[in-house]
């Protein structure tokens, strides 16, 4: 059995105003995993997504990657080998060219030039955006947003990817282009996503998450045919 990439035991959130998100999850991913996570809205999968590099901390439970306790003092570490994905790429992209913003990530870890340059080449050519280093993030379609996003993410070679609704506001082209190019990249893979077509495509194994809670956990292709499972969870008709 592989080693474990993420280990979460009985977590539980509460937000600011008392609402529970999170009640008492617990999980376990092995490196080299494809995992996805659906549900329906308001289930708590970003918050979910948010605890795996400290975005969200909590108190109530363990959350573990790669071995490190998830918290104040291993954030740095943490944030190296954890990239997560916003479902709005206009959330992560803030420099004035792509080039900047995906090495914005390499820079800040300590890396010389040469580094940069390498890793900025790297992931663009991973998300098929070599050429547009120069262009302004702002000025791309969607589809192209958002992979930059993601090679902002892989430019600091992250053994653990984590995607929240990546093929939101895609076109069907934009969206299989996508997943071809996500099932190329050989790291762990945690996909929270309402795209069941994706989520078929992509992972071999799938929670579902309802009410802060896992009440499904099996391969995608179970807990896909499951037709009573996913209407009792709003996520089919």
């Known amino acids: 059995m592989e080693q474990l990439a993420i280990s979460i035991i ?16 617990s999980i376990q991913v092995h490196q080299g995993e494809c995992v996805g996570v659906i549900g329906p809205n308001g289930a708590g999968k970003t918050t979910l997504l948010f605890h795996l590099n400290g975005i969200f901390q909590s108190k109530n439970g ?39 913003d995906v090495a914005f990530g390499p820079i800040n870890l300590g890396y010389d030039k040469a580094q940069v340059q390498q890793r900025v080449d790297q992931a663009l050519c991973w998300m098929g955006m070599r050429g547009y280093e120069q262009r302004s993030p702002h000025q791309l379609s969607i589809g192209q947003k958002k992979r930059i996003a993601i090679a902002s993410v892989l430019s600091m070679d992250p053994q653990i990817l984590v995607l929240d609704e990546p093929t939101s506001n895609l076109d069907p082209r934009g969206k299989w282009d996508l997943i071809e190019l996500l099932q190329e990249l050989p790291m762990t893979k945690v996909i929270a996503s309402h795209d069941m077509e994706m989520i078929q495509s992509l992972c071999q194994r799938t929670l579902i998450l309802a009410n802060g809670q896992v009440v499904a956990d099996d391969l995608t292709e179970s807990i896909l045919s499951d037709n009573q499972l996913l209407r009792q969870h709003d996520l089919a008709r």
């Open 62 to 100: 363990t959350v573990q990657v790669l071995g490190n306790n998830v918290c104040k003092g291993n954030m740095k570490r943490i944030r190296k080998e954890v990239g997560l994905v916003f479902q709005d790429p206009d959330d992560q992209l803030f420099m004035p060219t792509v080039f900047d």
């Open 10 to 25: 009985d977590l539980r959130y509460a937000y600011p105003n008392g609402g529970l998100a999170l009640k008492g999850v």
